[in-house]
């Protein structure tokens, strides 16, 4: 059973504009992680945020920020004032576990930012 | 630079040759991960090392594939006998040990089978 859920395929969004890109997550353990990663044409993971399951405020940095939503499994990220540079794949993925090594991605979301 | 660093970047190989991946860690990270990623597809975990210790290996695509960090500091990914099939992506990444820590990514190596 797939782990973590990426609906979109692809979005686009307007450059200054904020876009949401959603994540829906399956575990059974009470204790995880959610990551969100970018991955640009140069195919380089870069990690953007990180949202622990016990952790009670929504995960923010810079113009990124997650919207976690325990109840309903999701972990949505916000990308506020869109840039070009924003265009790239985005990969949700979890971390389950106490040991830490069943990390699972989603299938990506790709953004293009328009000018 | 004290990021991930991965080599080569890319490697061109014939079917049926083996090939051989270095991953250097950011060098305060006990744990170290490899993952394969095909096009349009997000990574799939493939081993894990706690400093030489490797500690799953179960994932790995078949007994062609091997790894090895043998001093606890950077690892090998080899591929014997590599298939077409075996072109992707292929991503190191590490990270300390405490759970909440993150996994930070090298620039992975670009592995074409022909």
Redesign the interface.
């Known amino acids: 059973a797939q782990k973590?859920t990426q609906t979109q395929p692809g979005m686009f969004v307007q450059e200054k504009e904020a876009v949401t890109l959603d994540c829906t997550y399956d575990t059974s353990d009470q204790?995880y992680?959610l990551?969100w990663?970018k991955q640009p044409s140069?195919?380089?993971?870069?990690?953007l945020i990180?949202q622990?399951s016990y952790d009670e405020q929504n995960a923010t940095e810079g113009r990124y920020s997650l919207n976690f939503q325990k109840a309903r499994k999701s972990a949505n990220l916000v990308i506020s004032a869109s840039q070009l540079g924003d265009s790239a794949m985005y990969?949700c993925?979890m971390?389950e576990d106490?040991?830490?090594?069943?990390?699972?991605?989603?299938?990506?979301t790709r953004l293009s930012v328009l000018p | 630079d004290t990021g991930v660093s991965q080599n080569p970047r890319h490697k061109i190989t014939k079917r049926g040759q083996n090939v051989t991946f270095r991953c250097d860690p950011i060098s305060e990270h006990n744990?170290l991960?490899w993952y394969r990623q095909t096009l349009?597809?997000?990574?799939?975990?493939l081993t894990?090392f706690q400093n030489e210790a490797q500690?799953?290996k179960s994932r790995l695509l078949s007994d062609r594939f091997s790894a090895e960090r043998p001093k606890g500091s950077f690892s090998t990914l080899e591929i014997q006998r590599t298939e077409q099939g075996d072109s992707a992506?292929y991503?190191c990444?590490s990270?300390r040990?405490a759970?909440?820590d993150?996994?930070?990514?090298?620039?992975?190596t670009?592995l074409t089978v022909l």
């Open positions: 973590i204790s992680g990551f990663y140069s195919g380089e993971m870069i990690f990180y622990g990969f993925a971390r106490n040991y830490g090594q069943n990390f699972v991605f989603g299938p990506g | 744990r991960y349009g597809q997000g990574p799939e975990f894990y500690l799953e992506m991503l990444a990270k040990q759970f909440t993150t996994q930070y990514f090298g620039p992975g670009r």
